[in-house]
């Protein structure tokens, strides 16, 4: 596999960063791109992204995330983007990358192991729970093809990362504007 687009998103505590970063290292030359960062560039006025009325915030931070990742993978880079995209934003992400296609997975471990996760993580900004919770129904009312989700995936980011990247292999996570 040479240069590709893998976003890897689902609710806070699914595990997204950790297998995100083990993802890139599979590949000779690759980039994580952390769509966390891209809410840090906004000064002033910023809006807590799970928040309803920051909708339109999230569509501009999406698209920016989504630009900066597009021109990662025409420069011939594998890039894995690390992200909460839900199905929701994906169309705007995808015509934000100037790509044909990406491949899109959403990690859905189970509410209680997320809310858990987030709780004990370190050195990560975002401990709500209550919002945690409420992104992780978003997630799991979704409208999305059944094929671009993890349900209950393995605790093991080897044996996570392993069945992501046989799914990008078999063409399962493909992701096209047209697709479902």
Not at 63 to 86: E, H, I, L, M, N
Not at 140 to 147: F, G, P, S
Request: aromatic residues 8%.
């Amino acid at each position: 596999m040479g240069s590709l687009l893998l976003l890897v998103t689902g609710p806070p505590g699914a595990g997204k960063s950790t297998v995100a970063r083990f993802l890139a290292g599979r590949f000779e030359r690759s980039v994580v791109v952390e769509g966390d960062a891209f809410f840090g560039f906004l000064a002033r006025g910023a809006i807590a992204p799970w928040l309803p009325e920051a909708d339109h915030q999230n569509e501009v931070v999406t698209r920016a995330a989504g630009c900066a990742a597009g021109r990662y993978v025409s420069a011939g880079y594998a890039t894995v983007f690390d992200g909460v995209v839900g199905p929701w934003f994906l169309p705007s992400f995808m015509q934000a990358t100037g790509l044909g296609h990406l491949h899109y997975v959403i990690l859905m471990p189970a509410l209680e192991r997320c809310v858990a996760r987030v709780a004990t993580r370190l050195g990560h900004g975002f401990a709500d729970e209550d919002a945690t919770r409420r992104m992780h129904q978003q997630f799991a009312r979704a409208a999305i093809d059944r094929r671009h989700l993890l349900l209950d995936p393995p605790e093991e980011v080897e044996a996570v990362a392993e069945r992501i990247l046989a799914a990008v292999a078999g063409g399962e996570l493909r992701y096209r504007s047209s697709s479902p």
